[in-house]
T-cell receptor, first 113, second 112 residues
C-alpha cells in the first residue's frame, strides 16, 4: 500500500545543531507540506511544495528550510536548532490542489535542549 | 490575515449528539475541511465543504455557510472512540498558491 513515512520518529538534539527530518511518500503526490503542532497553537504550516524544485513559505517558516529534488521526498531542515523549535512535526501530501485532502505521516517528535 | 476559531474543549455522553462550531475569517476562501486526531496520532480526513449546505457521511455531518464564515461538525450516536481532537481547516488562495490553514482544534471527551 502507498504510504507517507517520517524519520526519525523521535529525536533529541542540542541548541545550535543542524537537524533534518525526512518525509517520504509513495503516492506520487505532487503536493507536500510540513506542519508543526504545539499545545495552544494547533497545526501551523511551515513550508510546502507543489512539485519538484518548487518550495513555498508558510506561516512559521523562519529557521526552517526545505528542498524538493524528487516527487517522493520533502526533507525539512532546521539550520540551527532552537528550544522554541521543540515540537511535533507532521509531513503531509495531497493529490489535488482542488480537493486538498491531506494524508499525514505519523509525526516526528523533536526535542531541542 | 486569517483567523479560525473553535472551542477548546467539549464534553458529551455516549449516544448523544454534539455540534462543534468553527468560525473563520480569510481572503480567497476555497473550501473547509474537518479532521479528526486521536491523542498521539496523525490527523485523518473527515469531511470537505466548498459550497453552502450540509454534507452527510454516516454518523458525521458537516455544514458550511460561506456568507457567515461559519461551519459546524455534527457527530451523532456518540461512541467512546469519538473522543479525540477535531480540527477545522480552511483552504485559501494566497500569494504563493493554495494552502490549508488549521484552527487550534476542539478536544472532545465522550463519557459513558
Amino acid at each position: 500500500d502507498a504510504e507517507i513515512t517520517q524519520s526519525p520518529r523521535h529525536k533529541i538534539t542540542e541548541t545550535g545543531r543542524q537537524v533534518t527530518l525526512a518525509c517520504h511518500q509513495t503516492w506520487n503526490h505532487n503536493n507536500m507540506f510540513w506542519y508543526r503542532q504545539d499545545l495552544g497553537h494547533g497545526l501551523r504550516l511551515i513550508h510546502y511544495s507543489y512539485g519538484v524544485q518548487d518550495t513555498n513559505k508558510g506561516e512559521v517558516s523562519d529557521g526552517y528550510s526545505v528542498s524538493r529534488s524528487n516527487t517522493e521526498d520533502l526533507p525539512l531542515t532546521l539550520e540551527s536548532a532552537a528550544s522554541s523549535q521543540t515540537s511535533v512535526y507532521f509531513c503531509a501530501s495531497s493529490e489535488s490542489i482542488e480537493t486538498g485532502e491531506l494524508f499525514f505521516g505519523e509525526g516526528s517528535r523533536l526535542t531541542v535542549l | 490575515g486569517q483567523n479560525i476559531d473553535q472551542p477548546t474543549e467539549m464534553t458529551a455522553t455516549e449516544g448523544a449528539i454534539v455540534q462543534i462550531n468553527c468560525t473563520y475569517q480569510t481572503s480567497g476562501f476555497n473550501g473547509l475541511f474537518w479532521y479528526q486526531q486521536h491523542a498521539g496520532e496523525a490527523p485523518t480526513f473527515l469531511s470537505y465543504n466548498v459550497l453552502d449546505g450540509l454534507e452527510e457521511k454516516g454518523r458525521f455531518s458537516s455544514f458550511l455557510s460561506r456568507s457567515k464564515g461559519y461551519s459546524y461538525l455534527l457527530l451523532k450516536e456518540l461512541q467512546m472512540k469519538d473522543s479525540a481532537s477535531y480540527l477545522c481547516a480552511v483552504k485559501s488562495f494566497n500569494q504563493a498558491g493554495t494552502a490549508l490553514i488549521f484552527g487550534k482544534g476542539t478536544t472532545l471527551s465522550v463519557s459513558s
